[in-house]
């Protein structure tokens, strides 16, 4: 069975040129019909329709003209765009009068009428007509200009925020990548080919998904946890048992999306902080759980926590000789979240009661909507807000 894909509506001004004939001819359209049943209403003869669709189709050639005009004109200084529209106006609505008149004279041949007295009589009318679309081609045209404006102003803060986003992904610990492939010459010096290749082999996993992936977009909690696993693979084969780590992730948190690798910083710092000065080490806690509409998720160790006397604020502050991997690592997961969800997040840390640091992030639970045919290629990266229980 033939599956129909929706088509995206189209917007009126979408293409100006056709809106603009459009337009044209629905407004010069609706003004005949007016005349007409005006010219009809007062006992005017049949014939007399000839005048009125003479009179309409100078007035639509008049302002095809007057269209030419202004659109030279819109975009100059504000005293020569009316200044001249109004000079350009009085003379366009000079000759529709004339043509008006000259017509109606030619019908009315026998009438006593003089040229005169029918000039004066279709100025008023013809000054309306060319005056309320010459009024409305300027608003029109300024509105479009104005849709426009804010629609590239949108696209460029979009741009500005992808970039940013994705500056804020790329920054790797570069400590990370040096100790690794510090470990990875070690190993090779010492002729443990085995393990030296291995660590290479998560490394380069790792660093695909980094490249890979798109900075901006948000993957699973399982698949951000496989991608974590992949880092602490390589950071264990430095630490060895000094390195415990644990995973508590809730089966109905499992497809919860967020911000692809917002983890891997954090557990960076725990294992600079709690494991390394630690001669036996530290073990590090994933935890992930679905509280209401909000996914939960925290990382916690049994190091010795943040020391006393330091204010947590400062941890945030990047600048200077104190701009070390911690403070880069804090700043870049709370600039990273109130990119990706404003205020509707919460970013939390502090020293554990039983021992050691946790840091806690809160999200909007949501999750890709399912596949369905082919209509699912369209919403492939559609996000749905979803309530628990």
Do not use: C
């Not at 069975?1 to 629905?26: D, E, I, S, Y």
């Not at 010069?28 to 009809?40: E, N, V, Y």
């Not at 941890?315 to 997961?333: M, P, Q």
């Amino acid at each position: 069975m033939a599956v129909l894909l929706p088509l995206p509506p189209t917007p009126f001004f979408g293409n100006k040129n056709r809106a603009f004939w459009r337009l044209q001819l629905l407004g010069w359209g609706g003004a005949m019909l007016l005349r007409a049943l005006s010219s009809l209403a007062n006992a005017q003869p049949l014939s007399f329709l000839i005048i009125v669709l003479i009179a309409s189709i100078t007035g639509f050639s008049i302002s095809l003209l007057l269209s030419v005009v202004y659109r030279a004109l819109i975009n100059r200084q504000p005293l020569v765009t009316w200044g001249i529209t109004a000079f350009v106006l009085a003379i366009a609505v000079g000759l529709y009068a004339f043509i008006d008149s000259w017509v109606i004279s030619l019908y009315r041949q026998g009438s006593d009428a003089a040229f005169v007295q029918l000039f004066l009589g279709v100025f008023y009318l013809d000054l309306t007509l060319l005056g309320a679309w010459s009024a409305l081609y300027y608003a029109i045209n300024f509105y479009v200009q104005v849709e426009e404006q804010n629609d590239q102003l949108i696209r460029l803060e979009a741009q500005a925020t992808s970039a940013q986003l994705a500056m804020l992904r790329y920054q790797l610990n570069p400590h990370f990548l040096f100790n690794t492939l510090n470990s990875i010459s070690t190993l090779v010096l010492l002729k443990q080919t085995e393990p030296a290749n291995a660590m290479l082999s998560r490394l380069s996993s790792f660093l695909r998904y980094t490249l890979i992936n798109e900075p901006t977009g948000r993957v699973t909690v399982a698949q951000e946890i496989e991608t974590l696993k992949l880092y602490l693979d390589i950071e264990r084969m430095r630490f060895e048992d000094r390195l415990r780590t644990a995973f508590d992730i809730d089966d109905a948190a499992q497809q919860g999306l967020m911000p692809s690798l917002l983890l891997q910083p954090l557990v960076e710092n725990a294992i600079k902080y709690a494991v390394s000065p630690l001669e036996d080490g530290a073990e590090i806690t994933i935890t992930a759980r679905l509280v209401g509409p909000v996914l939960r998720v925290t990382v916690s160790d049994t190091g010795p926590g943040l020391q006393p006397g330091i204010d947590p604020s400062t941890l945030f502050n990047v600048s200077g000789d104190e701009a070390d991997s911690t403070r880069i690592g804090l700043a870049n997961i709370r600039d990273r979240l109130a990119q990706a969800y404003g205020d509707e997040h919460r970013f939390e840390f502090a020293n554990r009661a039983e021992g050691g640091f946790a840091v806690t992030i809160e999200l909007p639970f949501t999750v890709r909507e399912p596949a369905a045919g082919a209509g699912s290629l369209l919403r492939q990266n559609a996000f749905t807000p979803v309530v628990a229980g």
